[in-house]
C-alpha cells in the first residue's frame, strides 16, 4: 500500500514532468511575455497567466497519460529491458493503469478545448487532442514500426513549445507594424526552441532504441537498428547530431552580432562541447550500459538547451 504513491510518480515519470514544466513556464515568462513589450507600449497577451497555467496543466496530463499507456502496452518488454523498473502488474495492476490513462487524458484534452474556447482559436484542443490520440498509437503501434514512432515522439517534444506560440497566433491587428514584429519574433523563437527540442530528442530516440534491442526484437520491434543495424542506426543518429552542432554554430553567431556574450559562451561550454563529445563517444559505445548513459547526456543536454532562454530573454 505505501508502495503505490511512489510507484504512481514513477509511472508518469515525474521528473519528465517537472522538465515540461520548467519549460512552459521559461517560455512564457522569459520569451513570450517580455516580447510582446516594444518600448513603452505593452500589447496585450491572448494567453493570460491564468490560460498559462491551464494549458501547461493540460500538458503534463496528456503526457503522463502517454507515459501511463506506454507501460500498459510495453509490459513484455519492459520485463526484458528494464526489468527492476517495472511498475504496471508488479505494484499497479493493469486495469488500474487503463484507468488512470482514461481520467488523465479526458481531463487534459477538456483543459485544452477550454483554453481554445477562451482564446476562440480551435488549434490548441485539436492539438491537444491529436497528441493523446497520436499517443495511444504510438504505443499499439507506431513504437514498434521502423522509424515513425521516433518521429511521433520528437513531434510531440517540440509541440510542447510550439503550442504557446500557436496560443498567441492571431489574425487581426496584425496592421500595426510593431506588434507584427513582436509576432514574427516569437515565431523565430518558437521555431528554434521546438527545432532543437525536436532533433535532439529524435537522436535520444533513436540511442534509446539501441539499447533496448534485446527486447524490442524479441516481441517483434522493428526499430532502426533492428532494421538497419546499429551502425547504421549511430550514422542516423550521428548525422542529426552533427545537423545540430552546426545550426547551433550559426546561431551563436548570429547572437554574437548583438553582444551577447553570456549566452554564447554559455551555448559553447555546456551545449556544443558536450554535443562534440556525445558524437564521439556514440561511435564507441558498444555496450547497453554506454548506450544508456548517452541517453542521459542527451537529456541532460536537452536541459541546458532550455535553460538558455534565461540568457537570451535577458536581450529581448
Known sequence: MFQLPGAFFRLIRWPNLVFIFITQCLFYY?????GFKVGDTQYINLLTPVLFYLLTASSLLIAAAGYIINDYFDLNIDRVNKPEKLVVEKIIKRRWTIIWHWILSSVGVLLGFYVSWKLRNPIIGLGNMGSVVLLWF???TFKRKLLIGNLIISLLTAWVILVLFFCEFRVTGLGDPALRNSLSRLFKYAIVYSGFAFIISLVREVVKDIEDMEGDARYGCRTIPIVWGVNVAKVFAGTWLAVLIGALVVIQFYVLQSWQWIAVVYCFFLLDLPLIWTLRRLYKAQSKAEYHK???????MMLVGILSMIFIGIHL
Open 30 to 34: 522569459v520569451i513570450l511575455l517580455p
Open 138 to 140: 504510438y504505443s499499439t
Open 294 to 300: 548517452l541517453s542521459s547526456v542527451i537529456k541532460g
